[in-house]
């Protein structure tokens, strides 16, 4: 499956990380030693179930890694209009493409095995659209005093993932509602009142449950979506705050420090099973040589010969 990394945010003055990024990438500020957007990657890469990256909003001058294809495209300007331009590139590379993974190039937490289950659990089925959410245990567990935000539900609270699977027909229908959508995605109210005043009665109320807000959801847009409830923080921990930022920096700081404590003792244990070979100094090798030479010879007595016995001659008898 192609990945389209979503990169194309520059945080203006008015952006509580512009003195982070300085102008720059949202995507490049850096987190332990790396680019944020360069952990994303290293999940992607380790991931079984991605094949080529398209990368939108970043340029090959950026200087990330990666040991798969990357294919980059220049920043449309709007979220959905850099979607949009990566599923065309997906259908480009090959046109038989049907699904796309949508990766946001701020959560640095997001491991490879992560991406593979996302994968594996979505395509169980044929929906439209696959929405992941997390329940606020899990993520307050997880990272403590992440402030997300969260949509308080029948049965559950939730906020959202930033990893997503869509077909890539849903990059050419509705193209004006999910603009608005995007728009309002961090305030669950906003999207529910665009999709209608019994959507938003729903949501303020708390009287449904996830199972029956999607299906609501989906029959109002006319589409065949899935909600996919994480068991891991990882892939719906953004960074959209200074304290979101610090949190994270310090969180991959530890992974890092723990990582490299375990490739030490495993480097360690690795040469502890190998047999030491202990060379004799020079003077124990030049004292050992001298011995044998002083070792005096002792040649062995020569063995006596038998006696024989010489055949005792009769006489005849007469």
Same mark, same amino acid.
């Given at each position: 499956?192609?990945?389209?990394?979503?990169?194309?945010?520059?945080?203006?003055?008015e952006?509580p990380?512009?003195?982070?990024?300085?102008?720059?990438?949202?995507?490049?500020?850096d987190?332990?030693?790396?680019?944020?957007?360069?952990?994303?990657?290293d999940?992607l890469?380790?991931a079984?179930?991605?094949?080529?990256?398209?990368m939108?909003?970043l340029s090959?001058?950026?200087g990330?890694?990666?040991?798969?294809?990357?294919?980059?495209i220049?920043?449309?300007?709007?979220?959905?209009?850099?979607?949009?331009?990566?599923?065309?590139?997906?259908?480009?590379?090959?046109?038989?493409?049907?699904y796309?993974?949508?990766v946001?190039?701020?959560?640095?937490?997001?491991?490879?095995?992560?991406?593979?289950?996302?994968?594996t659990t979505?395509?169980?089925t044929?929906?439209?659209?696959y929405?992941g959410v997390?329940p %606020?245990?899990?993520?307050?567990?997880?990272?403590?005093g992440?402030?997300?935000?969260?949509?308080?539900?029948?049965d559950?609270?939730?906020?959202?993932?930033?990893?997503?699977?869509?077909?890539?027909?849903?990059a050419t229908?509705?193209?004006?509602?999910?603009?608005?959508?995007?728009?309002? %995605?961090?305030?669950?109210?906003?999207q529910?009142?665009?999709?209608g005043?019994?959507?938003?009665?729903k949501v303020?109320?708390?009287s449904?449950?996830l199972?029956?807000?999607?299906?609501?959801?989906?029959? %109002?847009?006319g589409?065949?979506?899935?909600?996919?409830?994480?068991?891991?923080?990882?892939p719906?921990?953004?960074?959209?705050k200074?304290?979101?930022?610090?949190?994270?920096?310090?969180?991959?700081?530890k992974?890092?420090?723990?990582?490299? %404590?375990?490739?030490k003792?495993?480097?360690?244990?690795?040469t502890?099973?190998?047999?030491?070979?202990?060379?004799?100094?020079?003077?124990?090798?030049a004292?050992k040589?001298?011995a044998v030479?002083?070792?005096?010879?002792?040649?062995?007595a020569?063995?006596?010969?038998?006696?024989t016995?010489?055949?005792?001659?009769?006489?005849?008898?007469?």
């Amino acid at each position: 499956m192609y990945a389209i990394i979503t990169a194309g945010g520059n945080p203006q003055p008015e952006d509580p990380l512009y003195s982070y990024s300085k102008g720059d990438s949202k995507a490049l500020i850096d987190i332990a030693g790396k680019p944020m957007i360069q952990w994303v990657l290293d999940a992607l890469n380790e991931a079984h179930e991605v094949e080529d990256i398209i990368m939108v909003g970043l340029s090959s001058k950026s200087g990330l890694a990666s040991k798969k294809p990357i294919h980059y495209i220049s920043n449309q300007g709007r979220m959905l209009a850099n979607i949009v331009a990566g599923v065309d590139k997906a259908l480009g590379l090959s046109p038989q493409t049907e699904y796309v993974l949508v990766v946001s190039s701020d959560i640095p937490a997001l491991k490879g095995n992560m991406v593979d289950w996302l994968v594996t659990t979505c395509m169980e089925t044929r929906n439209d659209l696959y929405y992941g959410v997390c329940p %606020r245990d899990v993520m307050e567990t997880r990272f403590p005093g992440s402030k997300r935000s969260y949509t308080r539900l029948k049965d559950l609270e939730v906020c959202g993932a930033d990893i997503n699977i869509t077909h890539v027909r849903m990059a050419t229908e509705h193209l004006d509602l999910w603009e608005q959508l995007i728009g309002n %995605r961090k305030s669950s109210i906003r999207q529910a009142s665009l999709v209608g005043l019994s959507t938003f009665w729903k949501v303020i109320t708390h009287s449904a449950t996830l199972d029956e807000l999607v299906e609501h959801v989906c029959n %109002r847009l006319g589409i065949d979506g899935r909600a996919i409830v994480w068991e891991h923080a990882e892939p719906c921990m953004d960074v959209d705050k200074p304290h979101q930022l610090d949190l994270l920096r310090a969180d991959m700081e530890k992974q890092r420090a723990k990582a490299k %404590r375990a490739s030490k003792f495993a480097a360690k244990k690795g040469t502890a099973k190998k047999p030491i070979v202990q060379k004799a100094s020079p003077k124990k090798v030049a004292a050992k040589k001298t011995a044998v030479k002083a070792k005096p010879i002792v040649k062995s007595a020569p063995k006596a010969k038998k006696a024989t016995r010489k055949p005792v001659a009769r006489k005849k008898s007469k």
